[in-house]
């Protein structure tokens, strides 16, 4: 007995010998294990990058403009290689590539440790490399930028560089609420690379940027777009530039610039910017001013009435034959004379004559003040990059040449933005809209602050001319089936960029229409520059048609009831 | 003595053992939410791309053209218009399993009701 109860002292004693042993050995592995050991050891805590999307680009209806995705990087580490004269054959044929030009890429930095083979993969490819296992082989994610639309409203919208950050359009301008926020993932990882655990301070999520919606439709774009690409080519004209903008809202539906480089002609628009990249070009219906001709003559058709200086039904001493001579001895040629016609048929018919009358009635305050009532001479503050404010002669430099040349259009320059928003203060109550190319949140209608350019009633009669001047005016080639118009065409020489006077023969063809003309709901511009004259060049027979082709589209599309008193109504087939 | 000892040295290795289980039952648990975490990633990436595929496929351009090959006239749901005048009945000559409506009657009609399949 008393021999068990020793020998079982003794086992238990040594068992506790033991246990201690092997406490004190695991403090000693964990705390300070010997060299060979600890080199095999290691971190156990790996890392890695929690991806957060760039922010969507939307329309005004949500449709995806731009977005991100994730893609793969394929790289080699040559250091972890078996056999670097196998590693290209490999990849190859797992990817389906050449395998001399990817020995050519690893070979020369075998002693780097990433070589990047490939920067973006496709799905069949990422997988395929993984099936392949190849050692030395990694795929890095990385953020790619979709813009599934392809060049539609490419120059608006912009693109992303290879940091994925905006370069030019709304891809910059918004590049701070686009921008992402990557997270971390911090993990207890096993030998196998397998997480075990994971701190409550070990994760940090990614943020992913906002959401920007345009104010752009881009069904509208698209018909847009399709016009004008068709009107530039069948006029063989050097480029052209279209606005559409609600002008309720001041949102521009569609924007769009187009250029077309011809073999053989002088002084041609280049960009060569956009020949690296569309959306990389600048954005001329905001950069590029050009002379209105007699499409600004409304403004100063309407300031003259609201002051008083004429009457609608005045009849002005307009020439039937010749040209007219002002005060000063300056001649002023009318495209076609009609003889002593009223103010209200100096619109109608585009008179630069009577424009010249009434303009020497007004002073050059009120002129220059008329031009800055309508926001010309100042930036519309849209949001593109590179806004001109457009040429206003300034008020030292302003003279009787100036006075008379102002309301038809010339002596002045503008740019498709500052017309379009001018323009709808006739499609308005004669409040002037901010033009803007985000959508409208309803906060920001409710609080929305215009200023009044003109009266109601004059608005209304303005608004009432250029209704007639696609009746019975230079814009009769423009007529709608489905919609009443106002409008106004203007044809003005294209200048030379020396400054040295205009060019013989070549021209800018421009028209602005709003419609419906019982409840108007859009204004759209125009500008053709340098049609080939021999093919046409007067604003309302070039540009004139696409408008009205444009509105008809666009408005049957917005849901808009014709309102062309003996319209026939569309027909469906249907199911009974 | 030697058997109070015995029951410690059990009872300390079971509470070890316990404490072990508890252990990898934690570790267990936190390699599942990693999974999982994963998983979760892995699918909004999907969606990510998913997005960019159906944004591609519904362009502008595609859509006219697929709705051109119906060979139908479309009309915009909210350009209905009231009815004006007398409702004309014309009768197609393939059998009467059609009928040409005015789109001016179809104002008040469920939008579900508009055939816009093929």
Not at chain 1, 256 to 268: A, S
Not at chain 1, 511 to 525: M, N, Q
Request: with cysteine; aromatic share 6%.
């Amino acid at each position: 007995m008393q021999r068990a109860t020793a020998w079982g002292r003794v086992m238990v004693i040594g068992m506790i010998l033991l246990m201690g042993f092997q406490l004190a050995r695991v403090v000693q592995l964990k705390i300070s294990p010997n060299e060979k050991l600890a080199a095999h050891v290691g971190s156990t805590m790996s890392s890695r990058p929690e991806f957060a999307k760039r922010g969507d680009v939307v329309d005004r209806r949500g449709r995806v403009v731009a977005t991100s995705s994730l893609g793969y990087r394929l790289f080699v580490d040559p250091k972890l290689v078996h056999d670097l004269g196998t590693i290209a054959a490999e990849i190859a044929e797992a990817i389906d590539a050449d395998p001399v030009e990817i020995d050519r890429e690893i070979i020369p930095r075998r002693d780097r440790r990433y070589v990047v083979i490939r920067h973006l993969l496709e799905d069949w490819q990422v997988d395929a490399i993984r099936r392949a296992n190849i050692r030395g082989v990694g795929l890095q994610p990385r953020l790619v930028r979709h813009y599934p639309n392809g060049e539609l409203a490419a120059g608006l919208i912009g693109m992303v560089g290879f940091e994925h950050t905006g370069l030019g359009g709304m891809e910059h301008r918004f590049d701070q609420q686009l921008e992402p926020q990557s997270g971390r993932l911090t993990y207890l990882r096993d030998a196998r690379q397998r997480a075990l655990w994971i701190e409550p301070t070990g994760y940090e999520p990614g943020r992913s940027g906002e959401t920007v919606q345009l104010s752009l439709d881009l069904v509208i774009q698209e018909i847009v777009e399709r016009h004008m690409q068709n009107v530039v080519a069948s006029h063989n004209a050097g480029g052209g530039r279209m606005v559409v903008l609600d002008s309720q809202t001041g949102e521009v539906l569609a924007l769009t610039d187009i250029l077309n480089p011809r073999e053989g002609w002088e002084e041609q628009t280049e960009d060569p910017m956009r020949e690296r990249h569309p959306a990389l070009g600048r954005n001329r219906c905001v950069t590029d001013p050009y002379e209105p001709g007699s499409t600004f003559k409304p403004f100063i058709w309407a300031v003259a009435t609201e002051l008083g200086k004429v009457t609608l039904d005045e009849r002005l001493d307009t020439p039937a034959v010749g040209v007219y001579r002002t005060s000063r001895g300056r001649r002023i040629r009318d495209a076609f004379n009609h003889g002593n016609a009223t103010w209200h048929d100096v619109m109608t018919k585009s008179l630069n004559s009577g424009m010249a009358i009434v303009a020497e009635r007004m002073s050059k305050q009120q002129m220059q003040e008329a031009i800055a009532r309508f926001g010309f001479g100042q930036r519309t503050n849209c949001g593109l990059p590179g806004e001109s404010p457009g040429i206003v002669t300034s008020p030292r430099a302003w003279n009787h040449y100036t006075q008379t040349s102002v309301p038809m259009g010339h002596e002045i320059a503008v740019t498709p933005m500052q017309m379009v928003q001018a323009f709808a203060v006739f499609a308005r109550d004669g409040t002037l809209p901010r033009v803007r190319l985000t959508a409208l949140g309803p906060e920001e209608r409710a609080l929305e602050v215009t200023n009044r350019v003109l009266s109601e009633e004059i608005t209304r009669k303005t608004r009432r001319a250029m209704r007639d001047v696609m009746t019975e005016g230079t814009g009769r080639r423009a007529q709608s089936e489905k919609y009443q118009l106002f409008s106004k065409s203007g044809t003005a020489q294209l200048p030379k960029r020396d400054g040295g006077g205009y060019h013989e023969r070549r021209y800018v063809a421009s028209f602005i229409a709003g419609a419906p003309y019982t409840d108007p709901r859009i204004v759209v511009l125009c500008v053709i520059d340098d049609p080939d004259p021999e093919i046409g060049y007067f604003g309302g027979a070039v540009a004139g048609p696409v408008v009205r082709d444009v509105i008809d589209e666009v408005l049957i599309y917005l849901g808009v009831e014709p309102d062309q008193p003996d319209i026939e109504q569309p027909m469906v087939l249907r199911r009974p | 003595m030697f058997a109070k000892l015995l029951i410690i040295i059990i009872v300390a290795g079971c509470t070890a053992a316990t404490l072990l289980v508890n252990r990898q039952h934690r570790i267990d648990t936190a390699h599942e939410i990693a999974g999982l975490h994963a998983r979760i990633v892995d699918h909004e990436q999907n969606l990510w791309r998913l997005r960019q595929e159906i944004a591609s496929r519904s362009r502008p351009e595609d859509i006219r053209r697929a709705l051109q090959s119906f060979d139908r006239h479309w009309v915009s749901l909210p350009n209905r218009s009231r009815l004006r005048e007398p409702r004309p009945e014309i009768r197609l000559a393939t059998g009467g399993d059609f009928r040409i409506r005015d789109a001016r009657y179809e104002a008040d009609d469920a939008i579900d009701e508009h055939d816009l399949g093929g």
